[in-house]
């Protein structure tokens, strides 16, 4: 069992930067692959980012760059860290193992809002 906590967001200026922490706990943390997610007004969920057990990332197109996904297995920890933001990245994030996610289970997430 995987379980995580999403913390971080908060309001931003375009072009500025978050990190977004996701707080695991469960056995298996250190080899389960875990993915931030959003969903925006009007939107599906979507992928934004995945990180492997074994460090191996990748990103959605519109990431373009922009952010990093990373992981702290000492401190059971998943990392995203958002910079030059844009207006359309405004959503509510969520982490989520991939066991997890495949049953469609989510937690609360974290909201971020990119406004002048």
């Known amino acids: 069992q995987v379980q995580v906590v999403e913390s971080g967001g908060g309001l931003v200026q375009p072009g500025g930067s978050l990190r977004l922490s996701c707080a695991a706990s469960?056995?298996?943390?250190?080899?389960?692959?875990v993915g931030w997610y959003r969903q925006a007004p009007g939107k599906q969920r979507e992928l934004v980012a995945r990180?492997?057990?074994?460090?191996?990332?990748n990103y959605a197109d519109f990431v373009e760059g922009r952010f990093t996904i990373s992981r702290d297995n000492a401190k059971s920890t998943v990392y995203l860290q958002m910079n030059s933001l844009k207006p359309e990245d405004s959503a509510v994030y969520y982490c989520?193992?991939?066991?997890?996610?495949?049953?469609?289970?989510w937690g609360q997430g974290t909201l971020v809002t990119v406004s002048s």
């Open positions: 989520n193992a991939d066991q997890i996610a495949a049953l469609d289970v």
């Open positions: 469960g056995s298996i943390f250190r080899i389960s692959t």
């Open positions: 990180i492997t057990g074994g460090g191996s990332t």
